[in-house]
């Protein structure tokens, strides 16, 4: 091969290496600046399609089962409408405990979902790769 020929040998990635908490701070801190006012981090990761897929990831029967205690109360109420109470659960809950996002008030509650929980490290390296564009392994 001469200096003129391009190198036919794909770059392989570089990895950064990161402890469990590491990555989700970082996650954390993207969801974080991602969610609004009325949408906690499900709703978002429902429209982006990351992670757990938030409510999307649940069929309209588990997602009534799981958040039951609200929609027992509204039995009348759309999918559309409880994603938006259960959203405002979540940001009030993250307020009122200090949460940054809705993962964290999961991690503990256990209402929708669990949280961090639900993603292994290779999900999390995944999801860190798609929301940042870097590679990462999680020790």
């Known amino acids: 091969m001469t200096d003129m020929e391009p190198d036919p040998s794909p770059a392989l990635p570089v990895f950064e290496r990161l402890s469990?908490?590491?990555?989700?701070e970082e996650i954390r801190k993207i969801l974080g600046t991602l969610?609004?006012?009325d949408r906690c981090a499900c709703a978002i990761a429902s429209g982006y399609g990351f992670f757990c897929h938030g409510f999307d990831g649940l069929s309209d029967t588990e997602f009534r089962r799981r958040v039951s205690w609200i929609a027992a109360k509204r039995p009348r109420a759309t999918r559309e409408e409880l994603e938006e109470l259960v959203s405002q659960y979540h940001l009030g809950k993250q307020q009122a405990t200090g949460a940054a996002v809705c993962c964290d008030v999961e991690t503990r509650?256990?209402?929708a979902c669990d949280g961090w929980n639900?993603?292994?490290?290779?999900?999390?390296e995944e999801q860190y790769?798609?929301?940042?564009g870097r590679h990462v392994r999680i020790e």
Request: proline share 5%; with cysteine; charged share 25%.
């Open 20 to 24: 469990r908490p590491q990555a989700i």
């Open 35 to 37: 969610q609004t006012e």
């Open 109 to 111: 509650e256990h209402c």
């Open 118 to 124: 639900s993603f292994d490290n290779k999900t999390l």
């Open 129 to 132: 790769l798609k929301l940042t």
